[in-house]
C-alpha cells in the first residue's frame, strides 16, 4: 500500500496577503493511523505501507506553467512542521513587499517548529531572508519554492526514518 502525500491546500486565496495559515498534514495523519491500525492487530504492516511524497507544494502544482509573465502578485512561503505546514502569503509587488517578505520569514523562523538554519539549505534561506536587509535577500517565488522543497524532503525524510 502506497500512501502519496498531498496535503498541502490547492488554493489560499482566502488568507490574505501578509498572512500566515497552518494546515494541517493530513496525509501524515493517513500514514501513522495505518502504521498504528495494524501494530494495534499484531500484524507487521510497517514492510507493507510505503510513503510517496509530492514535496511542498500542491500535487497539480507540476500542471502550473513556469513562465515569470504575470501571474498573482504574490506567492507563498512553505514550512512543514510535524503535523502542518506553515504557509505564509507574501506580495511580490509594491512598495513594501520585501519587508513584507522578511517579516514572514521571521514568523516561521520564530516559531517552535523551525529547526535552525543548519537543517536545510531551505531553513538556511529562511533564516537569511527574515535576518536579510536587502530586496535581493528576499527571493522570489521559485526561491521560496525551492527552500520549501528543500527543508520539506529533508523533513519527511527524517521522519521516515523515525519512523520505521
Same mark, same amino acid.
Given at each position: 500500500?502506497?500512501?502519496?502525500?498531498?496535503?498541502?491546500?490547492?488554493?489560499?486565496?482566502?488568507?490574505?496577503?501578509?498572512?500566515?495559515?497552518?494546515?494541517?498534514?493530513?496525509?501524515?495523519?493517513?500514514?501513522?493511523?495505518?502504521?498504528h491500525a495494524g501494530?494495534?492487530?499484531?500484524?507487521?504492516?510497517?514492510?507493507?505501507?510505503?510513503?510517496?511524497?509530492?514535496?511542498?507544494?500542491?500535487?497539480?502544482?507540476?500542471?502550473?506553467?513556469?513562465?515569470?509573465?504575470?501571474?498573482?502578485p504574490w506567492g507563498?512561503?512553505?514550512?512543514?512542521?510535524?503535523?502542518?505546514?506553515?504557509?505564509? #502569503?507574501?506580495?511580490?509587488?509594491?512598495?513594501?513587499?520585501?519587508?513584507?517578505?522578511?517579516?514572514?520569514?521571521?514568523?516561521i523562523v520564530e516559531?517552535?517548529?523551525?529547526?535552525?538554519?543548519?537543517?536545510?539549505?531551505?531553513?538556511?534561506?529562511?533564516?537569511?531572508?527574515?535576518?536579510?536587509?536587502? #530586496?535581493?535577500?528576499?527571493?522570489?517565488?521559485?526561491?521560496?519554492?525551492?527552500?520549501?522543497?528543500?527543508?520539506?524532503?529533508?523533513?519527511?525524510?527524517?521522519?521516515?526514518?523515525?519512523?520505521?
Amino acid at each position: 500500500m502506497v500512501v502519496l502525500a498531498g496535503s498541502v491546500p490547492r488554493v489560499v486565496t482566502d488568507l490574505a496577503v501578509g498572512e500566515m495559515t497552518e494546515p494541517h498534514r493530513f496525509d501524515w495523519d493517513i500514514w501513522h493511523m495505518m502504521l498504528h491500525a495494524g501494530a494495534s492487530a499484531g500484524e507487521a504492516v510497517v514492510p507493507l505501507v510505503t510513503y510517496g511524497d509530492y514535496g511542498a507544494q500542491h500535487t497539480r502544482g507540476a500542471d502550473q506553467s513556469t513562465d515569470r509573465r504575470g501571474g498573482q502578485p504574490w506567492g507563498l512561503l512553505r514550512y512543514t512542521t510535524e503535523r502542518t505546514f506553515l504557509l505564509a #502569503k507574501a506580495a511580490t509587488v509594491g512598495e513594501e513587499w520585501a519587508a513584507g517578505i522578511r517579516s514572514l520569514a521571521r514568523q516561521i523562523v520564530e516559531t517552535q517548529d523551525y529547526r535552525g538554519a543548519r537543517f536545510s539549505d531551505g531553513d538556511c534561506w529562511l533564516d537569511r531572508c527574515a535576518r536579510g536587509t536587502s #530586496k535581493a535577500a528576499t527571493g522570489d517565488a521559485e526561491a521560496w519554492l525551492q527552500a520549501g522543497h528543500s527543508q520539506h524532503m529533508t523533513y519527511v525524510v527524517g521522519q521516515l526514518r523515525e519512523a520505521g
